[in-house]
């Protein structure tokens, strides 16, 4: 509950590593009035991977921003479909990080679903990081 108060924050303490779907509700109801996605990964080394907003619209570019890498030439980030394993055929795309530790890739515009990004260390196929992002058509972001 959040007793009343119009914004703030609820900490979710010792979730498991996986997707979670955040919902809010007015007055006791079951009308869902928001909603936001987040992830918990395996992070123990610092490295992460955000795709900017969770819900994107269909075909636009997808801007990936990464940290924490090894800054080895080997370095990659994926996108997959979400649930796939990181079988080299079920990539939907990819990049290297050219040797940098930080900093942005963009993709080119994905079809309607639900995407990973995952983050790999030197040229292998063990998730370093990960998070959840959406494609919806019709989507609108918001103008700020």
Same mark, same amino acid.
């Given at each position: 509950y959040t007793n009343g108060q119009l914004q703030g924050n609820i900490n979710f303490d010792g979730l498991p590593v996986g997707y979670y779907e955040v919902r809010a509700f007015f007055n006791n109801s079951f009308n869902v009035e928001a909603i936001t996605h987040f992830s918990v990964t395996r992070n123990d080394v610092g490295t992460s %991977?955000?795709?900017?907003? !969770?819900v994107h619209k269909v075909n636009e570019?997808?801007?990936v921003?990464?940290?924490?890498?090894q800054a080895k030439n080997k370095d990659w980030i994926g996108i997959y479909r979400e649930g796939s394993s990181n079988d080299w055929g079920n990539i939907v795309a990819w990049a290297w990080t050219n040797d940098q530790v930080e900093g !942005?890739?963009?993709f080119?515009?994905?079809?309607?679903g639900n995407y990973e990004v995952r983050a790999f260390f030197n040229n292998s196929?063990? %998730?370093e990081a990960t998070t959840f992002f959406i494609v919806e058509i019709g989507f609108n972001p918001p103008a700020f």
């Open positions: %991977v955000d795709a900017g907003r !969770t570019t997808i801007r921003s990464f940290s924490g890498m !942005t890739l963009n080119d515009g994905l079809g309607p196929y063990n %998730v």
